[in-house]
């Protein structure tokens, strides 16, 4: 079975450019997370969906990050404008069901120049 | 605020050198405790939830157990494709969509 995709794998970029990052969940899973990886904070989750609905976006760290999902394959969080702080891993996970294992994917290396 | 705590940092094994990791937690109200484990330049895989105190689930060389307070991930006999990060996560029942991370064990296995 296919797991959770997501593109590009790494994204390298000068600060003030925007950046969209995509995300196809497992298929039939109904809840979509994004999450922010960083040596110096871990993992921390940004937002999530339920059935293609946003559902608590309080991680996203400021209004330069927004997340959409059009449909239930597809969803993509974009940064405008980027800035070097915003240099991490972003790792897009679906889940069946709330209380059910999260599946990621391989993640998103970004650096902000 | 959920907090999870993991120890050590770090841990050097011989192979076939059995040992345990910890996973302690503040949680108002558990809903499950997750092990994942996550090798360089991929995301984290799921290994096990845990739901209640006293349950224990086995994988391979992997057996995670659970008491009120805290978890372990005990290895036994581990070969060197057991190094991996192993990260614990909560998810609380007042915010059960919501998996809080501690900062993850890493693992280094010698032949």
């Known amino acids: 079975d296919a797991g959770v995709i997501q593109s590009p794998r790494h994204e390298v970029t000068e600060m003030g450019q925007e950046v969209t990052l995509r995300c196809k969940p497992i298929?039939?899973?109904?809840?979509l997370f994004w999450y922010r990886q960083t040596m110096m904070r871990g993992l921390e989750l940004l937002i999530y969906f339920n059935n293609n609905v946003p559902i608590d976006d309080s991680g996203m760290p400021e209004d330069r990050f927004s997340a959409k999902m059009p449909n239930a394959s597809f969803s993509t969080l974009k940064i405008q404008p980027s800035e070097p702080r915003d240099s991490a891993v972003y790792f897009c996970a679906s889940s069946l069901a709330i209380g059910q294992p999260q599946h990621f994917g391989d993640g998103t290396r970004l650096s902000i120049l | 605020e959920d907090q999870v705590t993991q120890s050590p940092e770090a841990l050097r094994l011989q192979e076939g050198e059995s040992s345990s990791l910890n996973c302690s937690y503040t949680v108002s109200g558990l809903r499950g405790l997750f092990w994942y484990r996550q090798d360089p330049g991929k995301g984290p895989e799921f290994l096990f939830t845990?739901?209640?105190a006293g349950e224990e689930k086995e994988k391979e060389r992997l057996k995670a157990t659970l008491t009120k307070k805290e978890s372990f991930l005990h290895i036994t006999a581990p070969k060197p494709e057991d190094s991996a990060t192993y990260l614990c996560a909560v998810q609380a029942r007042t915010n059960d969509y919501k998996l809080s991370f501690g900062a993850g064990t890493t693992v280094t296995v010698r032949a």
């Open positions: 298929s039939g899973h109904d809840y």
């Open positions: 845990l739901y209640s």
